[in-house]
Nanobody, 121 residues
Framework: QVQVVESGGGLVQPGGSLRLSCIAS????????MGWFRQAPGNQRELVAG????????FGDFVKGRFSISTVNAEKNTVYLSMNNLVPDDTGVYYC??????????????WGQGTQVTVSS
């Protein structure tokens, strides 16, 4: 089993910042992708930011330089999403997606339960 757990959501005023964390644990041999997606009520889930094991990053068009995605070598299997200059349209549930291989060699593609981000005055 592979578990994915997000944290760090909450209520923030427009113009504010938040940092989300995602930790993957369990039967993991290697990870080749960690990404953040979001879903607002009535909308489809969309990519916020993704990071490959080779260091390639991809962002949703709406990010426009406001967000960054990062890992820390000392914190294995953890990815952060730093969000600045938040606007009300950033409100939604933010999900972490992790892809890789189990110790058996089988691949996995797991999602967390999501963390709510609300941008409002």
């Amino acid at each position: 089993q592979v578990q994915v757990v997000e944290s760090g959501g909450g209520l923030v005023q427009p113009g504010g910042s938040l940092r989300l964390s995602c930790i993957a644990s369990g039967d993991i041999f290697s990870i080749n992708y960690m990404g953040w997606f979001r879903q607002a009520p009535g909308n489809q889930r969309e990519l916020v930011a993704g990071l490959t094991d080779g260091g390639s990053r991809r962002f949703g068009d709406f990010v426009k330089g406001r967000f960054s995605i990062s890992t820390v070598n000392a914190e294995k299997n953890t990815v952060y999403l730093s969000m600045n200059n938040l606007v009300p349209d950033d409100t939604g549930v933010y999900y972490c997606n992790v892809r890789g291989s189990r110790n058996s060699g089988r691949s996995f593609d797991n999602w967390g339960q999501g963390t709510q981000v609300t941008v409002s005055s």
